[in-house]
Nanobody, 125 residues
Framework: QVQLVESGGGSVQAGGSLRLSCAAS????????MAWFRQTPGKSREGVAV???????VYADSVKGRFTISSDNIKNTLHLQMNNLIPEDTAMYFC???????????????????WGQGTQVTVSS
């Protein structure tokens, strides 16, 4: 089993920054691939960024150049640094993990079996 707990969400004005964190625990191999997703009411969950165990990353086009995903292996924590936020970034952000989702490389459309409870990000104009 893997447990994921997100933190760091909040309300900011457009142009501001937030840093999300995801504290992970449980079977290490099941966390070989980790990611951030987001979802707004009435819309499908969207892959934002993926971090593979080998350090490769992939980002959604909408966040490239503004968001950075990173992993602190000592603290077992996944981060998402979000800069230059825009109102369209408003969503519930979820941390996800899986053993095989990055089997062929980091993939925004991979299948993740472990999810956190989410943290809300609200960006006002």
């Amino acid at each position: 089993q893997v447990q994921l707990v997100e933190s760091g969400g909040g309300s900011v004005q457009a142009g501001g920054s937030l840093r999300l964190s995801c504290a992970a625990s449980g079977y290490t191999n099941s966390r070989a691939c980790m990611a951030w997703f987001r979802q707004t009411p009435g819309k499908s969950r969207e892959g934002v960024a993926v971090f593979a165990k080998d350090g490769r990353t992939v980002y959604a086009d909408s966040v490239k150049g503004r968001f950075t995903i990173s992993s602190d292996n000592i603290k077992n924590t996944l981060h998402l640094q979000m800069n230059n936020l825009i109102p369209e970034d408003t969503a519930m952000y979820f941390c996800a993990a899986d053993k095989l989702a990055c089997l062929y490389g980091p993939n925004l459309h991979g299948t993740f079996n472990y999810w956190g409870q989410g943290t809300q990000v609200t960006v006002s104009s």
